[in-house]
């Protein structure tokens, strides 16, 4: 099993950045695929970006260009870098995490393993 915990949302200024953390505990090295997803009020959960043990990325349409995801393996933590932060980007961001491989995308909505999500609010 593995816990996951999120940090690093809070409030920015529209075209402002944020870096979103999770840190990773327990059987960590057999994890597979990793992601961020978020949901803002009234909406359903949408991925955001994933990326799996290889390194491969994918994001979504609405993200591409601005949003980085990465991954230190060495500290066990996944990391969103984003960047010309926009007032729809405002949501509660989670961090997800699977061992089944497969298709390693912000689609992949049944992850086995999920953090309780860090707040990210944007003024304009």
């Known amino acids: 099993q593995v816990q996951l915990v999120e940090s690093g949302g809070g409030s920015v200024q529209a075209g402002g950045s944020l870096r979103l953390s999770c840190a990773a505990f327990g059987n960590t090295y057999s994890l597979y695929c990793m992601g961020w997803f978020r949901q803002a009020p009234g909406k359903e959960r949408e991925g955001v970006a994933a990326i799996d043990s290889d390194g491969n990325t994918r994001y979504a349409d609405s993200v591409k260009g601005r949003f980085t995801i990465s991954q230190d393996n060495a500290k066990n933590t996944l990391y969103l870098q984003m960047n010309s932060l926009q007032p729809e980007d405002a949501a509660m961001y989670y961090c997800?995490?699977?061992?089944?491989?497969?298709?390693?995308?912000?689609?992949?909505?049944?992850?086995?393993?999920w953090g309780k999500g860090t707040l990210v609010t944007i003024s304009s």
């Open positions: 997800a995490a699977d061992y089944r491989v497969g298709y390693c995308a912000p689609s992949r909505q049944d992850m086995d393993y």
